[in-house]
């Protein structure tokens, strides 16, 4: 897959907070490869709503993680649209992609 790096944001959603549907990357258009999410959330319970739907090719219906601590999703950044439902309660999750190395005879990725 050629990965090179990887980076990672904090994600706090505050209740009443989503993130619609769409892709980490577009097909051979970005450095994304593999997308993470990984949940910081001990205590949650079901009915609080926040969870990751992941919409692969063969599942157009969706496929729901529950955001509970210690879940981590993994998944194609290119490939699999994916959204977060509205959350009732307050979500934490470390949000990540590992990267590809575009380096060339032309270019030197990094460029330091």
Known sequence: MGLFEYEAHFASYAPGAYYRRHLDAFRGGGDRLVS????RNGDWRAGRGGELVLYPAECPEGILVAPRGGTLAV????EIPHEVLPTRAPRHSIAGWFRRNRTDSTHLDPAN
Request: hydrophobic fraction near 50%; charged fraction near 10%.
């Open 36 to 39: 993470t999410v990984l949940y």
């Open 75 to 78: 998944f194609l950044s290119e």
